[in-house]
């Protein structure tokens, strides 16, 4: 039997919840599928930075990349500052495992109801390409002046050919595996004259390797709106960084609740471990009641195991993701019930082998 690694980070929050519904699902379709996840728990996330003033062990990343996959919950408490649990954990896994890609489908299932009036499922069927190493996050700039009227703070984008090739080509290839053959072009080179100009010239160039795919380039702004006033006309978004990362919180939004929202961050290279997640936060909110909707992890580790060539149980796995929203006897509260996390873990285990 074929046994994949898997590092485990359930982080914060309503990770600790989700991320064993999810692994109770990876592993079922495990034995129906003649292979087997070997998971492996690290403690890493606020927690730990509290006790130790990391957010995950000195020689985390080394450990990590022995692994197939990684499979992460959510990360961020009110304790610690969102850009310490960002830039000392996620951050650092995506740029150690060259994790260029953020991909995230964004895609309203039958049986929920979209706040878009009037929008089915035929209406919201996107899917996000986000470069996910360059761009404001690369963490470069500072600040000046401290406590003083004249102070100062600087953030750089940084965008390299290599960079934006390299996701545009990915976007490309998405593009023209799906039926409508659609590709969209976040920019913002009316005010953006250096970066986005350059983003937009080099998506150009590539462009023209993929005559099939139909191509269009919108500003951010443009984007936003349409993919509110007519997501049924857009089909995969090409993003920047920051720019992928807004849209597909209004990809997820459109589509229902942030609680059915996965995503994935690839090597295409596979020289290091992919790793997915729900893009939800770790809602502290809400953390401890056993109400989490753990619909968009289970969707993660369906993605994990497409990306680990599993795509047989990924296929069953969404189905019965599918069965269980159409039938709509259970929801969490963010959709509308008043189900619980093992509720819905449940009722997705039994479709399962329905």
Not at 182 to 203: C, G, I, P, R, Y
Not at 242 to 258: E, N, R, V, Y
Not at 330 to 343: F, I, Q, W, Y
Request: charge should be negative.
């Amino acid at each position: 039997m074929k046994t994949y690694r898997i590092a485990v980070i359930a982080g914060d929050g309503i990770g600790q919840e989700v991320i064993p519904a999810g692994i109770t699902v990876l592993n079922i379709v495990g034995e129906q599928h003649d292979f087997r996840c070997e998971f492996t728990e690290f403690p890493w996330g606020c927690d730990f930075y509290l006790r130790s003033g990391r957010m995950l062990d000195p020689d985390g990343l080394d450990q990590v990349r022995a692994f197939d996959a990684i499979y992460f919950g959510a990360i961020g408490d009110p304790r610690v500052a969102d850009h310490i649990s960002a830039r000392e954990l996620i951050l650092p896994l995506r740029l150690a495992c060259g994790q260029y890609v953020n991909l995230r489908p964004m895609r309203l299932l039958a049986g929920i109801d979209s706040p878009l009036k009037g929008r089915t499922a035929a209406d919201i069927d996107m899917v996000c390409v986000r470069e996910n190493s360059e761009g404001e996050y690369c963490g470069i700039g500072g600040r000046l002046h401290a406590g003083t009227p004249d102070e100062l703070a600087q953030q750089t984008g940084i965008f390299t050919r290599k960079g934006i090739e390299r996701i545009a080509r990915y976007a490309f290839e998405v593009a023209r595996s799906r039926p409508r053959k659609l590709l969209a072009s976040a920019t913002k080179s009316n005010a953006l004259q250096h970066a986005m100009v350059f983003w937009d010239e080099v998506v150009a160039d590539v462009a023209k390797d993929y005559p099939d795919v139909t191509f269009g380039k919108y500003h951010v702004d443009a984007l936003a709106a349409r993919m509110v006033t007519h997501p049924d006309t857009l089909d995969v978004i090409v993003a920047s960084n920051m720019f992928g990362d807004i849209l597909t919180d209004i990809g997820s939004a459109i589509s229902g609740s942030l609680g059915v929202g996965p995503g994935g961050n690839i090597n295409p290279d596979r020289t290091a471990p992919s790793m997915f997640e729900p893009i939800h936060g770790s809602a502290p909110d809400i953390a401890g009641k056993g109400i989490a909707n753990p619909i968009a992890t289970i969707w993660a580790g369906a993605m994990m195991l497409d990306h680990l060539g599993e795509r047989a149980a990924h296929d069953r796995i969404l189905t019965a993701i599918e069965r269980v929203i159409g039938d709509g006897r259970v929801r969490t509260p963010d959709l509308g019930g008043t189900s619980t996390t093992a509720d819905m873990a449940k009722a997705v285990t039994a479709a399962l082998t329905a």
